[in-house]
């Protein structure tokens, strides 16, 4: 069994006509539904408390959200709005991952999907944007650190987009490695090759930028033989994926053309590599903005989780360059 974390309030932040909407979560539980919930038991995400969002949040940050939201809302920036519901959803995505995370630290369930909005690798401590209003990954990881006995955390995005907000929270920690997938150039302009964090935590960042146009056996290469192998220099006691499918062949805000199947063995990649290292996944929903991709690729991921799919074998020449570039810090990598 895996958990499916879920909150009315995640239709009730209105965007309007804006790609990030609510019949995002709508199209994602019509299809799991229809397919009788696969392996799930459904639990409601409760709020998340202001100290739980203060490990990662600016306390300005934090006010400002509420009293944009007790304004009614409207554009935070050119691609980001929020209407009177978004503080409460918000709050509920951020916790929604955190209890997760506590649930799985405590040993309950091996994964959960946290199929709520908005999404949060953008947000960074003291700024909304692409987007994201709270960095829901980061605050369960930082609950995850300060609060549920984990030592260190594994953040797998593959989203289209570079999580820019996830990579500076966690600059300078060697507590938690963040991992990106994403197509470049694109928005936000970060996530360089060359880019590996700051002071101690030089080294726990690993930026995968791929060129439009890529598709499912290069994420999955990226996957197996860069991510997998450093999971297992790293030892992380939780992995978590900022699982965004705006990498989709179909999705109208990028240009990669990976598939259902791509995604459901990238998850299979980790589910295989959370029951070799004995520790929980967390899957948070982040992008993904054609309807019924999205809705087919979040269930052929969770299909994957909560079975014994065997994932494609994908070669190690796309994996090769990355390989090269970080294997003085992480030995395993031996592509």
Known sequence: ????????????????????????????????????????????????????????????????????????????????????????????????????????????????FCGLRPPGHHAEAARAMGFCLFNNVAVAAAHAIDAAGAERVLVLDWDVHHGNGTEAIFATSDGVLYSSIHQWPLYPGTGAAEYQGIGPGEGFTVNLPVPPGSGSGVFLSLVQHVVVPIARDFQPGLVAISAGYDAHRDDPLAECTVDTRGFADMAATIRDLTAELEVPLLVCLEGGYDPDALAASVLGTIEALGSNQEPLPASTEPAMPFAERHRERWPALAV
């Open 1 to 112: 069994m895996g958990l499916y974390v879920s909150h009315p309030s995640s239709l009730e932040h209105d965007t309007g006509a804006h790609p990030e909407n609510a019949s995002r979560i709508r199209a994602i539980e019509a299809k799991l539904q229809d397919a009788g919930w696969p392996g799930l038991e459904r639990i409601e995400a409760p709020a998340a408390t202001r100290e739980q969002l203060a490990r990662i949040h600016a306390p300005d940050h934090i006010d400002a959200i509420q009293e944009f939201s007790a304004r009614g809302g409207g554009m935070i920036d050119i691609d980001t709005v929020g209407s009177e519901g978004s503080f409460e959803a918000a709050l509920h995505a951020a916790g929604g991952a955190v209890d997760a995370t506590q649930r799985l630290l405590a040993g309950e369930d091996t994964f959960a």
